[in-house]
């Protein structure tokens, strides 16, 4: 755990364990929303067959990324994730998004 704080940066295990939590739901909470986005959109299992599963995952994406950094806001750690995100979007070829 040591290791992982001092990458991350974070002070405290209180901290880690928050950073965890957030991660947590935001999974759950991305897949969970997915589901009706892809209904509202008309992407059904019955149009797309197998190719169902490789956009919904395309599309989960960008709802992770976007629920991470608010639930992390609603859980105080909005700079910390917001970091993260940059970071993320950086090594995809993204970084031209951010000014410094």
């Known amino acids: 755990m040591e290791k992982l704080k001092q990458r991350w940066g974070v002070e405290s295990n209180f901290q880690l364990t928050i950073i965890f939590i957030v991660f947590a739901i935001t999974g759950s909470a991305s897949a969970m929303v997915s ?3 892809c209904f509202w959109l008309g992407i059904t299992k019955a ?3 197998f190719l169902f599963t490789p ?3 395309i599309l989960i994406f960008p709802l992770y990324q976007v629920l991470l950094v608010s639930i992390g806001f ?3 750690q909005f700079a ?3 970091k993260f995100e940059k970071k993320l ?3 995809l070829g993204l970084g031209f998004l ?3």
């Open 35 to 37: 589901k009706p986005v």
């Open 80 to 82: 910390f994730f917001w």
């Open 47 to 49: 149009d797309f067959g």
């Open 98 to 100: 951010f000014k410094e």
């Open 89 to 91: 979007l950086r090594k």
């Open 74 to 76: 609603l859980f105080g």
């Open 55 to 57: 956009i919904r995952l």
